[in-house]
């Protein structure tokens, strides 16, 4: 995974309110659901629930089916496991240690 698609994914989930869908979808017995299902346990306007949605797709966290007239949402768990693959190495070589002291002569 390229450092700006890691990017993209950590803004997509640097909010709440997206945390919060991402679990909804989760909590799914059939693991899909409609925006309308997502709005109905927030409490937002349905038009910021789509906002919200769109980004977590457009970071391919989640996909969309058609459905009839509606739209379906699920998680892309094969994303999500790249995300964590990727996530577990992204602090590698950035933590700070600092030189070990000299023991002082008695």
Known sequence: MHDDDIANIMRALGHPVRLNILRFLASQQQGECCCGDVTESLPLAQSTVSQHIKVLLDA????????????????????????????????????????????EPA
């Open 60 to 103: 391919g966290l989640i996909e969309r089916k058609a459905h009839g007239t509606r739209n379906r949402y699920t998680i892309r768990h094969d994303r999500l496991e790249e995300v964590s693959s990727a996530f577990g190495g992204l602090l590698d070589g950035l933590s700070f240690r600092a030189p070990q002291k000299e023991a």
